[in-house]
C-alpha cells in the first residue's frame, strides 16, 4: 500500500518571511494594505533616484500581493527597474497576484529561467494558474526549463479545459490508507514535514482516506485527528460523507458547491473515480473574485485587463460593442423619426421625451442586476421565475403611477396642460411596468439560451426600454394632443 501516500517529489517552500512576521495582533483600524499611498511614493521616488538598497529595505517588509499591486501600478520604465531590483529576492508568489498583461511584461523582464526556477516553487494549482496565461511561444520555453517531474505535473493541469476543476485543483494532496491507525497517520505527516523534500502540500485542512485503488472513501479533519488518541482507526474518525468534484466540473459551479456546504477543501477525481487532487477554500475565494470581476465588466463592455491594455487594445476590445450600441441607439432615433411632425407641432414632447426613457432605462437596469446576480448565484430558477417575473411586475406597476404624478404634475405645471401631464404619466406607467417585464425575461432569456446575461442584457434592455418609451409617449401625444 505504499504507493497510496508516494506521490512525486516537491521541493519544500523557502521561508519568505521572517517568523516574526508570521502571527501579528492588528487592531480592526489597523487592517490596511501594508502598501500604503506615502510608502509607494518612497518606493517611486527611490526607484527613480536609482537608490536600490533603499528600494530593497522598503520592499522587502512587504507581502507578495504588495509587490504585486507595486508593479501594477508603476510605469513600464520603473517597472522594469523594480524587477531588476528585486530580482534576487524575486518571490514566486508575486507572479500569481499579477494582471495577466503585467504579468506577461513581468516575464520578459526576469528571463525564461528565472520565470522557470519560481514556477518550480510554486503550488502545482498556482504554476497551472500562471503557465496557462503565458502566451504559447514563452509557456513552451517555460516548460522546456522545467525539471521532468515538475513539468509533468504542469502539463496534466494544462490538459484540463480552461475554467474547469483540473485546472483549480492542487496535486499535492494528503492520501492515506483505510487500515492505517490515528498513530501511523501522525507518523508519517511528521517525517514527510521533516524531509528535505516533502510530498506534503504546503497547507492542508483534510486528510484523504483512500482504497486499494485510490478512491477516496472519506475525509479527516485535522482537528479531529489530533483529538483523537493514537491507536483509533482512521476509518473510526472519517467522515464517509463527502463531495467528490469531477475533474471536468467548471469552476463556477465548484464555487457554487463551497458556498452551499461552507467546504474548506474537496477532493477531485477522474473518470474512473480515482483521486487525482483537490481544491482548496483560498483557490475557491479567487474564483469567486474572479467570476464577479469579469460580469460586471461584461456589463460594461469592456475586457478584463483595460485598465493595463495599451490605448489601441482598449479602443479595439470597446469598438464591437460601442457599434451594437450605436445600432440601437439608430433603432431608437427611428422611433423618434416616426413622430417628427407632432414634435414639430409640439416641442415641449422633445423636451419631456428623455425623461421618460430615461425613467425606464433606470429601473429596468434595477431588475437586471438583481436577476443577474441571481442567475449567477444559482438562486433563480424555473421554480421561482415566475413569482419574480409577478413581483417586478407589480413593482413597475407601484413605481409608474407614483412616477407618473411627479412627472405629470412638473409637465402640467412646466407647460401648464394638464393634458400633457396626463400624457407622460400614462407613458411613464406602461414603460416602467416594460422595463420591469424586460429587465427579469431577457436575462432569463438569454441564460435558456447558453448567453451569458451579463454580456449582452443591458443592450437589449436599453433598446426596449428607450424604443417602447418613445413610441407610447410619442404615439399618446400624437392621439390626444393633435
Known sequence: MAEIVDKPKKKKKKKKKKAAEAVVEVAPEELVPDLEPDLEERIVEAIESGDAPRVRDLTEPLHHTDVADLLERLNDDDRAKLVDIIRPEFEAEILIDLDDTVRDDVVDLLGIEEVAAAVVELESDDAVQVMEELDAADQQQVLEAIPDDERVLIEEGLAYPDDSAGRLMQREVVRVPTFWSVGECIDFLRRNADQEESSLPERFYNLFVVDPKHRPVGTVALDTLLRTRRPVPLTDIMDPEMKLVPVTADQEDVAFLFRQRDLASAPVVDESGRLVGAITIDDIVDVIDEEYEEDLLHMGGVAEDDLYDAAIDTTRARFSWLVVNLITAIVASIVIGLFDATIDQI??????????????????????????????????????????????????????????????????????????????????????????????????????????????SSVFLTTVTDVVGFFVFLGLAAIVLL
Open 347 to 456: 416641442v415641449a414632447l422633445a423636451i419631456l421625451m428623455p425623461i421618460v426613457a430615461s425613467m425606464g432605462g433606470n429601473a429596468g437596469t434595477q431588475t437586471l442586476t438583481v436577476v443577474v446576480r441571481a442567475l449567477a448565484m444559482k438562486e433563480l430558477t424555473t421554480t421561482n421565475a415566475a413569482r419574480l417575473l409577478g413581483k417586478e411586475l407589480m413593482v413597475g406597476v407601484f413605481n409608474g403611477v407614483i412616477f407618473a404624478v411627479l412627472a405629470g404634475g412638473v409637465a402640467w405645471a412646466w407647460f401648464g396642460s394638464p393634458i400633457l401631464g396626463g400624457v407622460i404619466g400614462l407613458a411613464m406607467v406602461v414603460n416602467m411596468i416594460v422595463a420591469g417585464l424586460a429587465g427579469t425575461a431577457i436575462p432569463l432569456a438569454l441564460d435558456r439560451m447558453g448567453v451569458d446575461p451579463a454580456i449582452a
